[in-house]
């Protein structure tokens, strides 16, 4: 499993970015999806996973602000990040997991999950 990422920046408390991952083969359409962050001197947390059927589950701190999909051809995961807060500061990971993980919960612990490497964003006050 290959994964990467793209779309990290700077940009102002308020703002938007998007974040793009591109993953191997027919890894999307067979895996839950999900992105992480992790700040300097943190703990790495679960954002939000993207089930094969496209549903997604957020962590209480980015619900509502932040969006994830898929494209169609389901080749592309992206993370909409809209009213970016300084604390949202961090690097991105996006991450593939076993199936059923988007279906208990269990997503959000990032157990036996393949990582991409990550893309920066920061936010300014």
């Known amino acids: 499993v290959r994964l990467e990422e793209y779309g990290g920046g700077s940009v102002r408390a308020g703002g938007s970015l998007r974040l793009s991952c591109t993953a191997s083969g027919s890894t999307i359409s067979t895996s839950c999806m999900a992105w992480f962050r992790q700040a300097p001197g943190k703990e790495r947390e679960g954002v939000a996973s993207?089930?094969?059927?496209?549903?997604?589950d957020y962590a209480p701190a980015v619900k509502g602000r932040f969006t994830g999909a898929k494209d169609n051809s389901e080749t592309t995961l992206y993370l909409q990040m809209d009213s970016l807060k300084p604390e949202d500061a961090a690097m991105y990971y996006c991450?593939?997991?076993?199936?059923?993980?988007?279906?208990?919960?269990?997503?959000?612990?990032?157990?036996?999950?393949?990582w991409g490497q990550g893309t920066q964003v920061t936010v300014s006050s």
């Open positions: 993207i089930s094969t059927a496209g549903g997604a």
């Open positions: 991450a593939a997991g076993p199936l059923s993980d988007s279906y208990t919960g269990s997503w959000i612990a990032g157990r036996r999950f393949f």
